[in-house]
């Protein structure tokens, strides 16, 4: 059998070491490459070759080498494992649902793209998610769900989501489905009664927005009367993070980045970490994602930037926490089937109206919406665009080495061709992958 190298290797040198690593992109794989084999590996990586004729020493680097998927037969077309990846279903099989009970807020944060409109989600339409559930466990032979409780703040609906809960809970036993449960909330309603009905209702992941330093996060994220929220959202972490992960979304532009270092700096202060295996900072860029928070144009940090500063802050957090692992923290490649739910068939958001929208960001554009989850919303326009999209006829795409782990990127921003964000996925793995798997090499080895 000829074998070949395979198109999505990338070589990783650190520095003036005499080692380097290669780094394949379609299976995931990371491999040490000593200075006394490089040539060997250069050599079969970059050029066809029948694995019988060879010496026994360079026999067994090239098997090493086929494993990891470095070198493949000849006859493998790797752009088919993509497709087979991108057009096949979730493993399990998986229903994502998004549930917006309530655009309502009682922050006013400066930067929110949504109009806070005191709408909240009616009996009827949270009757209707439970006959949707159903119907997708029996045509999509559903093995698992994944509910994102999302809004406005939706614990200001907890008594909703609480009793929608209990229905989801005995729909999933009764089919014997597993289940589980994500919140996005400001953190400030987070005290010990939620934190006990959340535990109650499957719910393990919440991810909180602190904008790091008081004096920052209080004229970013104020109540609706002006007062400061910093102090209620770090007693809700402490709350929350001895029961469930918390993704601590720290807001950032280009004023407020150092901030977000020096309460890094300064995090053992709060004491936010003494569970520290539960909470997770990261930086998330403030920017104009919808046309309703075009105001944040000027203070954004430009996308070209952005990733320099993540991974300095992830090193920084490596740093900080060496008994977490790496991979928990650095943004690891990870092999995708989708870049997100909102392009698949297999995932769906309901607006508290009952309006169904692929992307979460769009929740506060009805004009977006795919139809109503009580209509066979699956055909409407809107929601096919999205789960019809077909990456592969992308021409630059499908010649990119970054494929496997970017899958076109962000569709919202694809949809939006003009937009600020636009080429921003490109611009990701162009600019991030090398330096993220040299960083994760420095931690681990
Ligand atoms: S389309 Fe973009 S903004 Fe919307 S969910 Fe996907 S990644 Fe997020
Ligand atoms: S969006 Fe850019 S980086 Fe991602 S697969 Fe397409 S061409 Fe490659």
């Given at each position: 059998m000829t074998y070949t190298s395979s198109n999505y290797n990338f070589w990783i040198r650190l520095g003036e070491s005499d080692t380097s690593y290669l780094f394949n992109s379609l299976q995931g794989g990371l491999l040490r490459i000593p200075k006394k084999i490089k040539n060997i590996v250069e050599e079969l990586t970059s050029n066809c070759f029948e694995l019988?004729?060879?010496p026994v020493h360079i026999k067994n680097i090239a098997e090493l080498l086929i494993n990891g998927g470095f070198i493949i037969p000849e006859i493998i077309n790797e752009l088919d494992i993509i497709k087979k990846r991108f057009f096949s279903p979730p493993i399990p099989k998986t229903f994502y649902l998004t549930i917006v009970p309530t655009l309502n807020c009682n922050l006013r944060c400066r930067y929110c793209y949504q109009k806070h409109l005191d709408i909240s989600m009616s009996q009827e339409v949270c009757k209707t998610i439970i006959k949707e559930i159903e119907r997708r466990i029996k045509s999509q032979n559903i093995e698992e769900l994944k509910v994102e409780w999302y809004g406005g703040e939706p614990l200001l609906k907890l008594g909703l989501i609480k009793h929608l809960s209990r229905n989801i809970m005995n729909l999933v036993k009764k089919y014997n489905i597993s289940y589980e449960a994500s919140l996005v909330s400001n953190g400030t309603l987070l005290n010990s009664k939620t934190v006990k009905i959340l535990s109650k209702i499957c719910i393990k992941k919440i991810q909180i927005t602190l904008d790091g330093l008081p004096e920052i996060h209080n004229l970013n994220r104020p109540y609706?009367?002006?007062?400061?929220s910093f102090e209620d959202v770090i007693r809700g972490i402490k709350k929350a993070s001895k029961k469930f992960i918390i993704h601590l979304r720290i807001n950032v532009d280009r004023y407020s980045l150092k901030k977000a270092f020096e309460f890094l700096d300064n995090i053992e202060k709060y004491e936010i970490f003494k569970i520290k295996k539960n909470v997770r900072p990261y930086i998330a860029m403030i920017g104009p994602l919808t046309p309703n928070c075009l105001n944040t144009c000027k203070r954004a940090i430009d996308p070209k930037d952005w990733y320099f500063y993540v991974l300095k802050f992830q090193q920084e957090l490596c740093k900080k926490f060496s008994d977490i692992n790496p991979k928990e923290i650095l943004e690891y490649p990870k092999i995708l089937h989708k870049p997100c739910g909102a392009i698949s068939e297999w995932s769906v958001c309901v607006h508290p109206s009952g309006k169904v929208f692929n992307c979460g960001l769009e929740v506060d554009n009805l004009q977006l919406s795919g139809g109503f989850i009580w209509e066979p919303y699956w055909e409407h326009p809107i929601y096919k665009k999205w789960t019809k999209y077909n990456i592969f006829e992308n021409k630059k795409c499908v010649i990119c080495r970054y494929l496997p782990i970017c899958m076109g990127g962000c569709l919202k921003h694809t949809f939006n061709k003009e937009g600020f964000f636009k080429n921003n996925a490109c611009k990701h793995w162009y600019n991030y992958l090398e330096p993220t798997i040299e960083e994760f090499i420095k931690i681990v080895e």
């Open positions: 019988n004729d060879m609706m009367d002006g007062s400061p």
